[in-house]
Nanobody, 125 residues
Framework: VQLQASGGGLVQAGGSLRLSCAASGSTLSRYIMGWFRQAPGKEREFVAARSWSGGSTNYADSVKGRFTISRDITKNTVYLQMDSLKPEDTAFYYC???????????????????WGQGTLVTVSS
């Protein structure tokens, strides 16, 4: 499966952005979907994950209550709605897919099989 992330940009603190991750080559119903981020000079960190067919989600404590991961079956696309953005949310954001779909909503990037290219989110203070 090929993943294409988009939707990053520059936003003021308190603002919102929605990232998209469109898939081709396979249906995302076969995978757990996740979002990760990496700020300059920092390690990659988990942001959110969800099962495709069920309603289970998992969020990093730092984004819980502000970010929402969702999916559109008809578009084979996963979204990350980011609200109440903070300067510390500034990073490259990556979507990832983990097989199989019935697996755990892992927070470990090494357990994801496919990755999209990053999209940059910059939050100004």
């Amino acid at each position: 499966v090929q993943l294409q992330a988009s939707g990053g940009g520059l936003v003021q603190a308190g603002g919102s952005l929605r990232l998209s991750c469109a898939a081709s080559g396979s249906t995302l119903s076969r995978y757990i979907m996740g979002w990760f981020r990496q700020a300059p000079g920092k390690e990659r960190e988990f942001v959110a994950a969800r099962s495709w067919s069920g309603g289970s989600t998992n969020y990093a404590d730092s984004v819980k209550g502000r970010f929402t991961i969702s999916r559109d079956i008809t578009k084979n696309t996963v979204y990350l709605q980011m609200d109440s953005l903070k300067p510390e949310d500034t990073a490259f954001y990556y979507c990832a897919a983990r097989w199989p779909a019935w697996g755990q909503l892992s927070t470990r990037g090494t357990e994801y099989d496919y990755w999209g290219q990053g999209t940059l989110v910059t939050v100004s203070s």
